[in-house]
């Protein structure tokens, strides 16, 4: 939606504009507000993706976001590793660095802004996306498994739900995440391009 609207309202797809101005109405901070909340979005997927599929390798427990001394079962909604952090950071590190490179004519200070911004995006997103988990995800345990599953199943009636409400699936809480990771981007981007510009 980000890409079509910056076509749409600045005309085109290009680089970040760091000599335009910040004010708002500006065409060029409007461009660099749709191009940064199109690159978190997609570095908030990609972070929490990476974090899930690289933290289940790390070799310590993960711990809770909402109380981080307490340590959790792998797959526990919410639960976090340092592993699967530092994935998640390099996650969308890459979705900016993908998104520079197919600007063709990226400078340098692009390339710097597209990867900080996907980089703290995919953490944030993927921090979000574990604290929407913690608190407001529905999770079902099946004790016949002994394990967490994804939804109570129509077969299997002795699945209970732990917790949350039952609206915030799992794809809910990452569109969730992924739309306010978008939104606190393109809120953050006069700031970010003033940085950038001056140094």
């Known amino acids: 939606i980000c890409s079509v609207l910056r076509r749409l309202w600045v005309g085109t797809d290009a680089g970040l504009d760091f000599m335009g101005s910040s004010s708002a109405g500006d065409t060029s901070l409007l ?17 929490d993706t990476w974090a899930s599929e690289l933290g289940v390798l790390s070799k310590s427990k993960p711990r809770l976001v909402t109380m981080p001394w307490k340590t959790v079962v792998p797959g526990t909604n919410g639960g976090v590793s340092l592993l699967g952090l530092v994935a998640s950071a390099t996650g969308g590190a890459c979705m900016g660095l993908c998104h520079a490179i197919f600007l063709f004519k990226s400078i340098q200070t692009d390339i710097v802004a597209l990867l900080v911004v996907g980089g703290l995006s995919g953490l944030g997103g993927s921090m979000l996306d574990s604290l929407l988990g913690a608190t407001l995800q529905a999770t079902y345990y099946d004790p016949k498994l002994n394990t967490i599953v994804k939804n109570p199943g129509s077969n299997n009636n002795n699945v209970e739900n732990r917790g949350g409400l039952p609206i915030f699936s799992n794809e809910m809480v990452n569109v969730v995440s992924s739309i306010l990771t978008a939104l606190l981007a393109a809120k953050w981007t006069g700031p970010l391009v003033s940085l950038l510009s001056v140094g």
Not at 31 to 47: I, P, R
């Open 31 to 47: 461009g660099n507000q749709l191009t940064l909340a199109y690159v978190a979005f997609f570095a908030c997927c990609a972070g």
